[in-house]
């Protein structure tokens, strides 16, 4: 899977089950009308339920100098969970999750299914409010690494 090259995210939630949040590039838009999205998290980590516990999340998407955010919460350095949301400026939307400041997007959403499908969980939820924040080049994973898609606006 690491031959599939996507955007990077970070998605993260908060609420009674505890703030959480995870790297991730399995991630699709389902619909436009309502705006509906999924997502995908490994199931082998008890901590990955507090997405659907607290029924909320967010996903943040993350620009080309953001990778030191998206390496602290994919688990490089072994960074407390607290010590990861300290890199990067956050805040909350509607739903209390937490939005990174200067994400290239953010999407706040309820969630509204959830799938166990093999070794994963496929989170699905509406989006009840965003933000615009970052202006840079989207971040990129691809062959195990971080990149910046390289190439010119307008160009198939």
Request: charged share 25%; with cysteine.
């Amino acid at each position: 899977m690491a031959r599939f090259a996507g955007a990077v995210h970070v998605v993260t939630t908060d609420g009674k089950a505890g703030r959480r949040g995870v790297t991730a590039t399995a991630v699709t838009s389902v619909s436009d009308s309502p705006p509906l999205l999924l997502f995908c998290l490994n199931r082998n980590r008890e901590e990955n339920r507090w997405f659907i516990e607290n029924g909320v999340f967010a996903l943040n998407t993350l620009c080309v100098d953001q990778s030191e955010i998206a390496r602290a919460f994919a688990g490089e350095g072994q960074l407390s969970m607290d010590e990861r949301f300290r890199v990067g400026a956050w805040q909350q939307l509607k739903t209390g999750a937490p939005v990174l400041g200067g994400a290239r997007m953010s999407l706040d959403c309820v969630v509204t299914d959830v799938q166990a499908i093999a070794t994963h969980y496929v989170i699905f939820g509406r989006v009840v409010d965003f933000a615009r924040d970052g202006h840079g080049d989207a971040l990129i994973y691809l062959d195990r690494d971080y990149r910046k898609l390289e190439g010119e606006r307008g160009e198939s």
